[in-house]
């Protein structure tokens, strides 16, 4: 096994004139949870889109399993079945029941077998509890519940390394909960996961490490613990105030 899953050297990214990442380092170990805080705005969803190929970016070095990334198309369509991303939105595709959702990336970007690709599929809806909503189609199910598809869609290409983009941001509170369990699930079985969040308590129970931005820098960069109890910059301690946390 690598030491390193994700390394990011000196990565730059602007729109036009307007620079919004300014100079970012980071690297993921495997089976970590790293969370990216800071204030709306701060460049959280930017840096992670640039990690799988979604935005271009002007500078800078990305590396997968010890191998430089070498931003192209074909690569992207390549580490996206390594990288799983899920997003705010939760971009099921309306006229697909929900298991041929689930089954969309397997059977025809991997090619597996519609007998194994299925009995994957089978067992990660009982995981997430929606066992019974295999033939139903997105319109007919909660915000909370697509969101858990969404994350089930992305699993079952087996991805070593997953993103969630504020995956709570437009569920309603009590929706939220399901969502949140699923991603706990996740990371107390070890996978790698890096996270943009706005859920102070539930970042803290998963949090290996915290990278805090502001204005697209990384102000800190600590382990999630000390993040939380010590913060290093007045910014952040004004931020974690801000959330009432």
Not at 97 to 116: A, C, F, H, Y
Not at 182 to 205: C, G, I, P, S, W
């Amino acid at each position: 096994m690598v030491d390193t899953l994700l390394k990011v050297e000196h990565l730059n990214k602007a729109y036009g004139t307007k620079q919004v990442l300014h100079d970012i380092n980071f690297s993921v170990t495997p089976g970590s949870v790293t969370v990216l805080l800071g204030p709306s705005g701060s460049g959280k969803s930017t840096l992670i889109r640039c990690l799988n190929g979604l935005e271009e970016f002007q500078s800078g070095q990305l590396s997968f399993e010890d191998q430089p990334i070498k931003p192209t198309p074909k690569t992207w369509q390549q580490l996206r079945q390594k990288i799983g991303m899920v997003f705010q939105s939760y971009d099921l595709f309306p006229n697909l029941t929900v298991i041929d959702n689930i089954l969309l990336g397997p059977l025809k970007v991997q090619k597996r077998s519609k007998t194994e690709a299925l009995k994957q599929a089978t067992q990660l809806l009982k995981e997430v509890d929606l066992t019974d909503y295999a033939d139903a189609f997105p319109r007919q199910l909660s915000g909370g519940q697509k969101q858990r598809i969404a994350i089930v869609r992305a699993l079952a290409l087996n991805p070593e390394f997953m993103l969630f983009d504020e995956v709570t941001a437009s569920l309603d509170p009590e929706m939220v909960r399901g969502v949140l369990e699923v991603m706990l699930n996740l990371a107390k079985r070890k996978m790698t996961m890096l996270v943009v969040t706005h859920e102070m308590n539930f970042a803290q129970q998963i949090a290996d490490n915290v990278l805090f931005l502001e204005d697209g820098a990384i102000l800190e960069k600590t382990q999630g613990k000390q993040f939380f109890t010590h913060p290093q910059t007045d910014r952040a301690r004004e931020f974690l105030d801000s959330m009432a946390f």
